[in-house]
């Protein structure tokens, strides 16, 4: 896992008690993986980008790198309307960094579509077609996708896998999104949900239970 937008926009609080560490690293076999807090336009702290380039180094050891955070350094769409992509400083400053350590693979997300292709010296990937609406009517790039990965020796394969999303009425569609935020919502802020139950139950309190009692 790792943070989108979504989730620090006012949600951080239910992010880190759902799932923990914003950015984080781990191996496995002969790869390592770093999980980055990509969340922000503007780009990442000094405390996360400090502890990436130490993490860097030590990805050295392992024979493939592959880099996992949510907005992409660049927009993969030339002129777009939406701006999808860092501050061009910091995408800069992070495209030399991930150059020089030469990672097998970034994946982002943010643009609701696939895209892949190098910046600078570094393949990407954008995958953000896991459900939600997608950014644009192109069929080459906007559809719902998943990217399986399989990693064999020195050799790496990705391949897209095109999916359907399942049908559903506006309002059923509707309901369900609607659940989903206020589930969440009460997540992040049990403490302003706690306040206002409680205001309820002294109001029900004071109107129905002790005028039955007078």
């Known amino acids: 896992m790792v943070p989108g937008n979504h989730e620090t ?7 880190y008690y759902l799932f923990g ?7 496995f076999k002969n790869s390592y993986f770093l999980m980055l807090d990509g969340s922000h336009e503007t780009g990442m702290g000094a405390a996360e980008f400090a502890w990436l380039k130490n993490r860097l180094k030590i990805s050295q050891k392992f ?7 949510h907005i992409p350094l660049h927009d993969p769409i030339k002129d777009s309307i939406v701006k999808a992509q860092f501050d061009e400083p910091f995408a800069s400053k992070l495209q030399n960094l991930f150059d020089k ?9 943010h643009q609701h579509g ?7 010296k570094t393949p990407y990937t954008v995958t953000g077609g896991a459900g939600a609406e997608l950014g644009g009517e192109d069929k080459n ?5 998943y990217v399986l990965v399989n990693v064999n020796g ?9 999916v359907t999303k399942p049908t559903g009425s506006l309002i059923d569609e509707f309901l369900h999104n609607l659940k989903e935020f206020i589930s969440m919502y009460a997540l992040a802020h ?4 706690l306040t206002l139950f409680g205001l309820i139950y002294l109001f029900v309190y004071n109107c129905i239970i002790i005028k039955k009692e007078d």
């Open 9 to 15: 926009e006012g949600m951080s609080s239910a992010y």
């Open 21 to 27: 560490r914003a950015y984080y690293a781990f191996s």
């Open 63 to 69: 024979q493939h790198v592959f880099v996992f955070m």
């Open 101 to 109: 350590y030469k990672i097998d693979m970034i994946f982002t997300a």
């Open 114 to 120: 696939y895209f892949t292709g190098k910046w600078g």
């Open 141 to 145: 790039h906007f559809f719902h996708h």
């Open 154 to 162: 020195s050799q790496v394969s990705y391949k897209v896998k095109q």
């Open 190 to 193: 049990w403490d302003l949900f």
